[in-house]
C-alpha cells in the first residue's frame, strides 16, 4: 500500500536521498519541481509553497500541488508527483497537468501506475475534465503507466529545451 502526502521536513533525509539518486543516475526528476536546483529540503518546501497558490507562484508558472508517494509498510519514499491546477502555453505543448517519478530503486514495482491513479483522483476533486500528461517517445515505463490510466495518445512534438521527443496524451476524468 502506498498513500500521497505533501512533503514535509518530517521526510528531509528521504527527499535529499531522493534527489541525490536522480542527480547520481542523471535522471530528470519529473515532477518534482524545482527539488533539482536547492541544496536543502527547506529551500525546496519553500519553493513548494510559492508555486501552490495563485498569488504567490512565479510570474510565467502556474500553481501546482506537489506529493511524495509513501510506501506505508516502512514509511519510505518511492516517489514524487506535482499537479499543475491548469496550463499555460509551455504546459499545454510539452509538460502537462501533471509530472511524477519514481526512485531509481523502486521502479518497475508498479508504483507510478498506483501514484498516477492517486492523482487523476485528485484532478477529479479539483473539478478537471480531463488531464494532458506527456512523456519522452523513449521511455516505455510512462508510457505503459498513461496507458494503464487510460491515456490516449494525441500526438509527439519535439521539445526543444531538452532537444528530445514528447508524446501527448489525454485522461478523461468524467
Known amino acids: 500500500m502506498v498513500k500521497l502526502v505533501e512533503p514535509s521536513m518530517a521526510y528531509d ?6 534527489r541525490r539518486a536522480f542527480l547520481t543516475a542523471g535522471g530528470s526528476m519529473d515532477g518534482s519541481g524545482t527539488l533539482r536546483h536547492y541544496e536543502t529540503t527547506r529551500q525546496w518546501l519553500d519553493s513548494v509553497r ?5 498569488e504567490t507562484v512565479p510570474a510565467g508558472k502556474v500553481p501546482a500541488s506537489q506529493y511524495i508517494l509513501i510506501r506505508e ?6 516517489g514524487v508527483i506535482q499537479i499543475r491546477h491548469y496550463l499555460n502555453d509551455y504546459l ?13 530503486s523502486e521502479r518497475r514495482k508498479g508504483y507510478a501506475r498506483r501514484m498516477l491513479a492517486m492523482g487523476l483522483d485528485i484532478c ?11 512523456c519522452y517517445s523513449d521511455n516505455e515505463g510512462s508510457r505503459r503507466t498513461i496507458l494503464a490510466n487510460g491515456g490516449r ?4 512534438v519535439h521539445e526543444p529545451e531538452s532537444d ?11
Open 73 to 78: 509498510e516502512d514509511d519510505r519514499m518511492v
Open 164 to 174: 528530445r521527443d514528447l508524446e501527448r496524451y489525454w485522461i478523461d476524468l468524467t
Open 153 to 156: 495518445y494525441e500526438s509527439t
Open 92 to 104: 499545454e505543448k510539452y509538460g502537462g497537468h501533471i509530472g511524477y517519478s519514481v526512485a531509481p
Open 13 to 18: 533525509e528521504q527527499i535529499q536521498a531522493y
Open 50 to 54: 510559492q508555486y501552490s497558490c495563485e
Open 124 to 134: 477529479r476533486q479539483r473539478g478537471m475534465d480531463r488531464v494532458l500528461i506527456t
